[in-house]
């Protein structure tokens, strides 16, 4: 609304004040229309609030009932020092023991010395080929993949022949080694198993004749031949090209660490862990929710009631408290709650509004039968499980037409009504307080006329008394 900027002529009537003191009063309707705006909007978003809280409910309830959730497996292993692993979904349950005989490695080559910063000599190419190598280590069979021929030339040193081989995208790097006795080029493959040797041939003479391993001679020295991981599961002889064994018991990968001097006992069950921290965040998505609604909602008797909780008398909210709370102290057709697997209603730490606590020992011997468990929180197929139940509950909650989804829309329909009211009597307060201003700007300059008016006459009369 604009101010008011016309003050009194003439007559020292103050119409300024008059005018901004009588509108001052006009306003109040408007001043609660707009308080009332603000509490509205107070509301709106302390149901955005529990709108957030309930999905987030949701989302800890689903993944605490998915098949997923229920089929993931974990390995367990008797020395995570030597074995360590992972499993699938479809991995079935089992115990094995595991010997682990020798590792999966790659092919290593070293040259002979070569004074520091010595050049090959000569020009020349160097060739590499992946493939096998017999157990004698002479004959030799190429894989699949095509030879890379390098171009060597003459000034090249050890180093830029290390560099050229590292950078060939082979498959195999290079690298020099400054000995006491002079540097040294070590070649090795990045990739581990017995089809994964390789080959390196050399031409051109100079120092490149130093710089072969091939079946026509071998001037390097071969310090570890590449081969495969050898171990046995429950006695039987297997192999895998990398230490990473994949679906050699299926749905499982076997990461193989070290040799072992006696059997490794491995175990594939219920991944447990993942189980009790969906439990974990279960609990702490009610808690979140359940004391956001009471928080909103609270009636504090040593408050004024212009401070009172933003949601205080709004049933809704407490329906939903109440529906909650009543859901996850509910049993099955057999008995059994959330009580038995250490889930439990009480009063946390003095607080008045009671938590939903969680018995981890209570958890973890109930984890000790997974069947068990999944009936409960998520059902059998034919009983709908605790969890489900308060799943589906929130999700009907937070719905387009659900209780928070109706509410939020009748708030928001009862604001627009708001603004509409505050624009219309703001125009008339503009009006009003433009109309009063006229008013009394006549009113101050018919005064001040009068008083011109009293002036002259004081002065007539005056001149009269004279004469």
């Known amino acids: 609304m604009a101010g008011i900027s016309s003050p009194g002529v003439g007559s020292g009537l103050n119409v300024q004040e008059i005018v901004s003191q009588m509108m001052s009063l006009e306003r109040r309707p408007l001043q609660l229309l707009q308080a009332k705006a603000s509490g509205i909007d107070t509301k709106i978003s302390s149901f955005g609030q529990i709108k957030s809280a309930m999905s987030a409910l949701h989302e ?3 993944n605490l009932t998915s098949v997923d959730t229920w089929r993931s497996k974990q390995i367990t292993t008797g020395d995570k020092t030597a074995v360590t692993g992972a499993a699938t979904s479809t991995a079935a349950a089992a115990n094995f023991s595991l010997e682990v005989q020798s590792l999966a490695r790659g092919q290593s080559l070293a040259s002979g010395t070569f004074a520091s910063g010595a050049t090959m000599g000569a020009a020349g190419q160097i060739t590499l080929q992946k493939g096998r190598w017999d157990a004698s280590g002479t004959g030799f069979t190429a894989g699949s993949s095509s030879p890379v021929t390098l171009s060597i030339s003459a000034t090249d040193t050890l180093s830029d022949v290390a560099a050229k081989i590292t950078q060939s995208g082979s498959g195999i790097t290079a690298v020099v080694v400054k000995g006491a006795q002079g540097d040294q080029l070590l070649v090795r493959g990045n ?16 120092a490149l004749s130093g710089l072969a391993y091939d079946q026509n001679g071998q001037t390097m020295t071969r310090t570890a031949a590449a081969a495969n991981a050898e171990f046995t599961i429950d006695g039987l002889a297997v192999t895998s090209a990398t230490n990473t064994a994949q679906d050699v018991v299926p749905g499982v990968t076997l990461n193989l660490l070290k040799t072992t001097t006696a059997p490794v006992e491995v175990s594939v069950g219920t991944d447990k862990d993942a189980l009790k921290d969906k439990v974990k965040a279960f609990q702490e998505a009610f808690n979140k929710l359940n004391s956001l609604l009471g928080s909103l909602s609270a009636y504090d008797a040593g408050k004024e009631s212009g401070e009172q909780a933003p949601l205080l008398g709004e049933s809704v909210v407490r329906s939903l408290q109440n ?18 697997i250490g889930l439990e209603m009480k009063l946390d730490g003095g607080m008045r509004n ?25 059902g059998d197929g034919a009983t709908e499980g605790l969890i489900s139940r308060v799943r589906d509950f929130a999700f009907a909650a937070n719905s387009v037409d659900g209780d928070l989804s109706t509410r939020t829309k009748g708030l928001e329909s009862t604001k627009k009504s708001n603004q509409s009211a505050i624009e219309a009597m703001d125009t008339r307060l503009q009006q009003r307080q433009a109309n009063m201003l006229k008013q009394y700007q006549a009113l101050d300059a018919k005064m001040a ?17 004279k004469g």
Request: no cysteine; proline share 3%.
């Open 60 to 62: 800890a309830a689903r």
């Open 449 to 465: 006329g009068m008083s011109s008016l009293g002036s002259f006459i004081s002065a007539q009369v005056g001149q009269w008394n």
């Open 323 to 340: 529906t909650l709370r009543g859901m996850v102290q509910q049993t099955l057709g057999d008995g059994s709650s959330l009580t038995s």
């Open 354 to 378: 009671p938590s939903l606590m969680l018995d981890t020992k209570k958890l973890d011997a109930a984890l000790s039968d997974p069947v068990k468990l999944e009936n409960l929180l998520a």
């Open 191 to 206: 990739e581990t198993g017995t089809e994964n040797g390789f080959s390196m041939s050399a031409s051109g003479g100079g």
